[in-house]
């Protein structure tokens, strides 16, 4: 079975500060990875994604992720956040591209 | 390209009653997903659709929950009857086929059961 663990479940930084969101999985198989941003009331939009190839991603709104197999992670990372950055971020996990594992998710406060 | 859409936004329905959500796909995409996504969780699988056939349904509830896509294109969710815990945000995906990468994400509809 596959699982993500997303390590808290709330994240503040002050504007133009780095942001980073902690994502682990649990994968018996090569894994998928995926980042997904969700803004109040709307649905999710895809952030990046790891299937095979290059270990950096790179995202929309400038963010990027790291797959380091060795941790078993695929934590998500922009250099400068924004206020408009500020939303709810889940990591998922799939090995065959059908059945998306989320995590709880991590809510990004971003402060003036 | 138009989204996924889904309707309605919001519905409150006392426990016992029933319930039921519309899915419009995008267009072309074969595949199609209804997720549960309680507060404070990641989005749940309920249901996968590859054209009108049931791909998995392992975690719908179907002593209350069913689906169809009988001309494999909008879907339609019901909960009969509804219970407290039903209480959550409801969200179609869809993408192109099996194999495809990416889902896309409709807004979902919040069901509120009091």
């Known amino acids: 079975a596959q699982s993500v663990t997303q390590l808290g479940s709330h994240v503040s930084v002050s504007e133009g500060a780095l942001v980073l969101l902690r994502c682990n999985y649990s994968?018996?198989?090569?894994?998928?990875l995926f980042w997904y941003v969700q803004y109040p009331n709307q649905g999710l939009q895809l952030l990046l994604k790891?299937?095979?190839?290059?270990?950096l991603v790179k995202g929309i709104n400038g963010f990027e992720a790291e797959f380091k197999k060795s941790e078993t992670s695929f934590h998500l990372t922009k250099p400068s956040a924004h206020m408009s950055d500020a939303a709810e971020y889940f990591c998922?996990?799939?090995?065959?591209?059908?059945?998306?594992?989320f995590g709880t998710g991590t809510r990004l406060l971003v402060s003036p | 390209e138009a989204g996924v859409a889904q309707s309605p936004r919001y519905k409150i329905i006392e426990k016992r009653q029933s319930v039921a959500f519309w899915c419009n796909p995008i267009?072309?995409?074969?595949?199609l997903y209804w997720y549960q996504q309680i507060l404070g969780q990641g989005p749940k699988l309920l249901i996968q659709?590859?054209?009108?056939?049931?791909?998995?349904d392992s975690q719908l509830p179907k002593d209350r929950f069913s689906a169809e896509r009988l001309k494999g294109v909008d879907s339609t969710l019901k909960i009969q009857p509804a219970k407290l815990e039903d209480s959550a945000v409801y969200l179609c995906?869809?993408?192109?086929?099996?194999?495809?990468?990416?889902?896309?994400f409709g807004p979902g509809t919040r069901l509120t059961v009091t």
């Open positions: 267009s072309g995409h074969a595949t």
């Open positions: 790891y299937t095979t190839g290059a270990t």
């Open positions: 994968s018996s198989v090569p894994p998928y």
């Open positions: 659709f590859q054209n009108n056939g049931v791909v998995d």
């Open positions: 998922a996990v799939t090995s065959d591209f059908q059945k998306l594992v």
């Open positions: 995906a869809s993408s192109l086929g099996q194999g495809s990468h990416e889902q896309y």
